[in-house]
């Protein structure tokens, strides 16, 4: 079992940053891929950014978020960290960490594998 906490949402100006973590415990974290999806007001999931495992530095990235955020992780720290740049206001939305076995599962956010509870981002106008 893994659970995962996220941390580091808010409210921000648009054009403004904030950096998203995911904290996870339970099991090694570096045998996992993790991924950040969304849900805005009304939406379904969204994918935003992926990563693998450590020994495999592949990441992945929704087209909207390409340049303004990095995703990254510290496996000594058991934390995966979601970097947003230049906030929109369509960022807005519940921000979620999942970790998985599967590179497929943190991609679609379907099949097995964990998730936190979330945490909001509001980026204002």
């Known amino acids: 079992q893994v659970q995962l906490v996220e941390s580091g949402g808010g409210l921000v100006q648009a054009g403004g940053s904030l950096r998203l973590s995911c904290t996870a415990s339970g099991r090694s974290f570096d045998e996992y891929a993790v991924g950040w999806l969304r849900q805005a007001p009304g939406k379904g999931r969204e994918f935003v950014a992926a990563i693998a495992w450590y020994s495999d530095s592949k990441t992945h990235y929704v087209d909207s978020v390409k340049g303004r955020f990095t995703i990254s992780r510290d496996d000594a720290k058991n934390t995966a960290y979601l970097h947003m740049n230049s906030l929109k206001p369509e960022d807005t939305a519940v921000y979620y960490c999942?970790?998985?076995?599967?590179?497929?599962?943190?991609?679609?956010?379907?099949?097995?594998?964990?998730w936190g509870q979330g945490t909001q981002v509001t980026v204002s106008s």
């Open positions: 999942a970790a998985s076995s599967s590179y497929s599962m943190v991609l679609t956010g379907t099949g097995p594998g964990y």
